[in-house]
């Protein structure tokens, strides 16, 4: 069965700063990969995925991914973040072998706190 | 377009009460899923409809947890003689084909 694995429970970083969330999922023929937030009391907004075609993907605040399939990796990163960045990011993983893709399988989580 | 919607958005019971949950998924949409997110984890998944059909169910929904999809559209979660285990945030997500699923704002319930 698939699993993911967020490395990091929690980074805290400076406004304007870089950030990298990581992000590691067993190993599969093929996936669907996902970034989604979720800001406090609101339910996951997706932040980007990646579905097939170009391995590195971006969404429209400035985040980008990159998929690896020889590390099995899709690592969330900004070049300078925001106060308003501050949230949880959830990695998430769909096997669309033997019509697995009707599910996602996501990690525990990591809460980014940007500061001034 | 106005997104995948959920009621009660908080619902406090009692340990042993029954509970109700409704999901409105995106008009159009022929897919829904249900997760349960607890604090400081990722969500996970419970059940998953293809327009009324109940086509998969996680190891997570015991025998007190009923999901049901009557027409299509809406669809509702029950969980029977609730315990304080089932505390959690309970999340609806649909889509129209493929991987990409919109989610809801979730119900938290609180089991006392």
């Known amino acids: 069965a698939q699993s993911v694995t967020q490395l990091d429970s929690q980074v805290p970083v400076f406004e304007e700063a870089p950030v990298e969330l990581r992000c590691n999922y067993s190993?599969?023929?093929?996936?669907?990969l996902f970034w989604y937030v979720q800001y406090p009391n609101q339910g996951l907004q997706l932040l980007l995925k990646?579905?097939?075609?170009?391995?590195l993907v971006e969404s429209i605040n400035g985040f980008e991914a990159e998929f690896n399939k020889s590390q099995t990796s899709f690592h969330l990163r900004k070049p300078s973040v925001h106060i308003s960045d501050t949230a949880e990011y959830f990695c998430?993983?769909?096997?669309?072998?033997?019509?697995?893709?009707?599910?996602?399988?996501f990690g525990a989580g990591t809460r980014l706190a940007v500061h001034p | 377009d106005t997104g995948v919607s959920q009621d009660p958005r908080h619902k406090i019971t009692k340990r042993g009460q029954n509970v109700t949950f409704r999901c409105d998924p995106i008009?159009?949409?022929?897919?829904l899923y249900w997760y349960r997110q607890t604090l400081g984890q990722g969500p996970e998944f419970l059940t998953y409809?293809?327009?009324?059909?109940?086509?998969?169910k996680s190891r997570l929904l015991s025998d007190r947890f009923s999901a049901e999809r009557p027409k299509g559209s809406f669809s509702t979660l029950e969980i029977q003689r609730t315990e304080q285990g089932d505390s959690a945030m309970y999340l609806c997500?649909?889509?129209?084909?493929?991987?990409?699923?919109?989610f809801g704002p979730g119900t938290r319930l609180t089991v006392l």
């Open positions: 998430a993983v769909s096997d669309p072998g033997t019509g697995g893709y009707n599910k996602l399988i």
């Open positions: 997500a649909s889509s129209l084909e493929g991987p990409k699923q919109f």
């Open positions: 409809f293809q327009n009324e059909a109940q086509l998969e």
């Open positions: 190993s599969s023929v093929s996936v669907y």
């Open positions: 008009s159009e949409h022929n897919r």
């Open positions: 990646y579905l097939s075609g170009s391995t």
